[in-house]
């Protein structure tokens, strides 16, 4: 989407007194607009309980979220430079890990800390003796220095990405103390997304996920990739762990073993997966899976559950135009912009239910895609979309400076989060493409940063930029890169021939984003002045001007070659107020039904008849 910087600057100044009404809130009554699981996250002793990973799953765990002592300031040490952690008063403030101190659901709800500092204490079960343990991070904006007891055991640069420390040698019986600094300069040199230096909206710092504790083998699994072959009724398993040890593999069908396999770590594996049932938005149907690590002898070193699905993307001439299809068929994708911003959260959801939320409105309003928007989610997230079967777009959040003095190092930092962003999110069915750049928001090297990810993930589609024709006035527009799977054009206004993409012979055409109307929900909004592309007069206005232009799209995909269409978007966010449903989820501004009806009708029109 374009960015508006009246509107965020209109935003920061009210956002800014409306900080210190609710920096103290303790109930309800304080939020500015609490959502339906506000007050479930507020009671909650430990929030977003959830087991945190569900690709590789661990019997044993603990939760460490929950009320932390906190103190940031820019006038505190940075984290990048610490030798050993701070000392925090006995009145130090609390914090509600996981959410980010910007928030109000955090209890700090201050923004610009730059240099923040968590601690808080734990110990470790009498049953995890003899165990390695691993402290696990779903994911801290954006460098992390982590202290154990008193030592430094670690630190991570990237503020999507999860990440791991064996912190064994540094605890102790009884209490453990746990320090953690962030810091976040909020300078755009880093891949933000709307949560940076020109973003839109409030920006987040800190830990915004799951903190957890988990016992490991001396040797155990670190990582899996699993890569369905459909054609040839396989799965492709790679384990991460020493080589050369052996790995049993199982998978199931409706709880019933259906085949198995046996490999070594370090090398590819096939397991046969005979007669696959295919995953898709109609059926998305999960075998479950079980990998045991042995050693050399063949004793049981560890045993992780995960699950998979079967499903292939590409392109394909039908009828003599380039289209994407899943598992050999043409069918349309009709999407949803997500943003992934909560009035009380920030960037990080109230609760699972929350989190699940969106995406089974998308499911019910009869999308069979989202677009996750310059941001990465917990892995929770997909885990909902490829059990609700959702298609997923998912876009590598952009830096919004790649151009200074330190241009060479802020570049290969964003290409090694990207790569991490692909390698993390590898297993999940739903994902079926990767949009590395939008709207030449701090674009560089598209053409060529295009090329290595279809290189990297042949099993994926690419499409290198969304909206190449809109481009922020700060720096040149890179412009069409020319490659991938997608020429992509964004379009806000009338739905015509002249104003959509069309496909030539190695991309097909795709509607990257359209739509954006408004429709005002008093009570319902941030207290800010609110807008959209087009404003809408009421419910039924909104909803019979969105079926008017699926009936449009309709005509474009029979006669000018159009693969898909992403509506903005799934919720009203902060000033925008062009969502589905309001920002608080409140109120559904759309009558949801016709939104279904003409969304399954256009579906169901582009599937080849026999």
Known sequence: M??????????????????????????????????????????AEVPLAEYPRPQLVREQWQNLNGMWSYM???????????????????????????????????????????????????????EWKGKRIMLNFGAVDRVATIFVNGKKAGSHTGGYDAFSLDITDYLKRGDNELVVGAYDPNDGKAACGKNGSRGDYIYTSGIWQTVWLEPVADKHISGIRLTPDVSGSRLCIEVTADDGLKVEAVAYKDKSEESSAQGVSGSPFYLPVPEPTLWSPDNPFLYGLKLRLKDKKGRLLEEVSSYFGMREVGLKKIDGTLRPTLNGEFIFHIG??????????????????????????????????????????????????????????????????????????????????????????????????????????????????TDWVKEYSPNRLVNGMSGYNYAPGYRKAYGDPGNGDFVDLHHYGRIEPKSVAQPDDKRAA?????????????????????????????????????????????????????????????????HEINGLVTYDRKVEKMDINKVRNINRAVIESTRKKE
Request: glycine share 6%; net charge negative.
């Open 2 to 43: 374009k960015r508006n910087t009246i509107e965020k600057i209109a935003l920061c100044c009210t956002l800014a007194f409306g900080n210190i009404i609710s920096a103290t809130a303790r109930d309800i009554s304080g939020f500015t607009l609490p959502t339906p699981w506000t007050e479930d996250a507020l009671e």
């Open 336 to 449: 949803l912009l997500d943003q992934g911003y909560w009035p009380d959260g920030a960037f990080t959801a109230p609760s699972d239910d929350a989190l699940k939320y969106d995406i089974e409105l998308a499911k019910r309003a009869g999308f069979n895609v989202i677009r996750k928007h310059i941001k990465v989610e917990p892995q929770r997230w997909y885990h909902h979309c490829d059990s609700l079967g959702l298609l997923v777009w998912q876009d590598m959040p952009n830096l919004w400076e790649p151009d200074g003095e330190d241009s060479v190092a802020v570049r290969r930092q964003f290409r090694d989060e990207l790569k991490t962003m692909i390698d993390q999110h590898w297993n999940s069915p739903s994902i079926v493409m990767w949009v590395p750049f939008n709207e030449n928001w701090g674009a560089f090297d598209v053409t060529e940063i």
């Open 72 to 126: 940031g300031g820019k006038e505190l040490p940075s984290p990048c430079e610490a030798a050993e952690a701070p000392v925090f008063s006995k009145n130090a403030q609390k914090i509600r890990v996981p959410f980010p101190p910007e928030s109000e659901l955090s209890g700090i709800a201050r923004s610009g800390e730059t240099n923040l500092w968590y601690k808080r204490s734990f110990s470790i079960p009498p």
């Open 510 to 574: 795709s509607l990257g984003e359209f739509g954006g109307k408004g429709l005002f929900a008093r009570n319902h909004m941030w207290p800010v002045r609110n807008d959209a592309y087009e404003m809408m007069i009421s419910r039924d206005q909104l909803s019979d001007t969105y079926v008017m232009m699926l009936d449009e799209i309709e005509q474009l995909i029979r006669y000018f070659g159009l693969s898909t269409a992403i509506y903005t978007q799934t919720t009203d966010v902060e």
